[in-house]
């Protein structure tokens, strides 16, 4: 089938900036918010920010049948207001989203609504300014904002990941618009999360995850490891949340203040997952009582244990937040171990 | 000024084209893809039950996906084109 970027081939459209904003919108292009109209240089300078040819496929999902080209990688990401050196963290995590462990229909398609979360690790965060310290999950900053947005309007646009159609999303969450931050570089109390993840510590990666929601923990007077994370097991475990029937992955995001009292621990990383996976359990009574599992509740319930997470490497911990304050946030993943958080390398220049 | 258009169609798929109908489901063997979901499984037993009561199909072969997320493998679409005649699937919540 025959491929062609030019909706209008070459017919004229205002060159109101207004009324060809416009005219993206009315073509249901836009994921709610005004988009940059590309040009043809814009276009290719985006390409040549990842040194891509724009023919190149960068996935593809087969059960959706769907293959994700650069040059409409590179549209969308104009649209989304990303300079071009932001591409190969684009193109990284569209490579993740096609990554057969991430399993892309569920998570994008869920009544579930998730969020792509995407965590960018290594010297790229730091060149591009992508923002790991106050306010990171929020507002403000332009590679967050963009990288974000660009890779949901390539899943909607390239992916067919369109509300109403084949993203059922019961509610959603804004971080549908964009969920893009960069760990916390200095002073962490143990390897960087895309070490943890098997990548060297020179490597810039991105994780994609998907996750329904975000919760921010606060505990201003914890000094030690364990009651902060008592009370992070117990956000984890709220018997609402997607994770507490099904052994999925959950996300923690551990800031300044509450990294610090790690730090200063000793504590690694696996002693955090080993007690959390610890501390997040129901008895199988209490679980049927809240219908999070079917049955009727039996004697031998309520004295038999069932764990929200199957095992300690199911918890992912990264550090980033502003030093000041005392919160941290927990992210549950979405589904059954139907989907796993993907780690790819950006590759920046070729 | 122009519009560039930042949308993908459907990848080409050949010659994939729909199978014919089968005029009656009279004999046929029924295969069934269970996709995991929570009673997935209930339902399509019952739905098969239906199908081989009321219009003479019978299961031959169950194949259960890693998951709902993701795509039946290729040794379960080997075994479904050779162990049924007609195949159901797609159980939602």
Request: charged fraction near 20%; aromatic fraction near 6%; hydrophobic fraction near 40%.
């Amino acid at each position: 089938m025959a491929r062609t970027n030019e909706a209008t081939s070459g017919a004229s459209v205002s060159t109101d900036p207004a009324a060809l904003i416009e005219a993206y919108y009315d073509a249901g292009w836009t994921d709610g918010l005004p988009v940059v109209p590309p040009t043809e240089a814009s276009i290719a300078d985006m390409l040549k920010g990842a040194g891509l040819r724009g023919d190149e496929v960068l996935g593809e999902i087969a059960g959706r049948n769907t293959v994700v080209v650069a040059d409409k990688v590179a549209i969308n990401a104009v649209m989304a207001g990303c300079r071009p050196e932001y591409l190969p963290v684009v193109v990284a995590a569209v490579r993740g989203l096609c990554h057969p462990d991430f399993a892309y229909h569920g998570p994008a398609s869920s009544t579930g609504g998730s969020a792509m979360v995407l965590i960018v690790n290594g010297p790229v965060a730091q060149r591009l300014g992508i923002n790991a310290g106050n306010n990171a999950f929020g507002q403000g900053h332009r590679p967050n904002a963009t990288i974000g947005r660009a890779v949901r309007l390539t899943m909607m646009n390239v992916m067919n990941t369109r509300p109403g159609f084949l993203d059922r999303a019961t509610l959603g969450n804004p971080g549908k618009y964009s969920f893009c931050f960069a760990e916390h570089p200095e002073d962490l109390p143990w390897e960087p999360f895309h070490v943890a993840r098997g990548f060297a510590p020179g490597d810039s990666t991105v994780t994609v995850y998907a996750s329904n929601s975000l919760y921010q923990v606060y505990n201003q007077l914890a000094a030690a490891p364990e009651p902060l994370l008592t009370c992070i097991a117990g956000a984890l475990g709220n018997l609402g949340a997607p994770n507490v029937k099904g052994f999925n992955q959950a996300l923690v995001v551990l800031a300044g203040e509450h990294a610090e009292i790690m730090r200063a621990s000793g504590w690694r990383r696996a002693d955090v997952q080993r007690f959390l996976l610890e501390h997040t359990r129901y008895r199988v009574a209490d679980l049927k009582r809240a219908a999070r599992l079917p049955g009727a509740v039996e004697p031998a319930d309520e004295t038999t244990w069932r764990y929200v997470f199957e095992s300690p490497d199911d918890i992912l911990i990264v550090c980033a937040g502003g030093r000041a304050g005392s919160w941290s946030a927990c992210l549950p993943g979405w589904g059954n171990k139907w989907t796993r958080a993907v780690t790819t390398r950006v590759e920046e220049t070729r | 000024m122009k519009l560039f258009d930042p949308t993908s169609g459907p990848a080409p798929r050949g010659s994939l084209k729909p199978a014919a109908r089968p005029p009656s489901l009279a004999g046929l063997r029924l295969g069934l893809v269970d996709n995991t979901k929570f009673n997935s499984d209930t339902l399509l037993h019952k739905l098969a039950e239906r199908l081989g009561r009321r219009h003479g199909a019978t299961v031959t072969l169950t194949s259960r996906k890693r998951s709902p997320s993701h795509e039946i493998d290729e040794a379960a679409v080997k075994a479904l084109r050779s162990q049924a005649d007609l195949v159901v699937s797609g159980i939602g919540d």
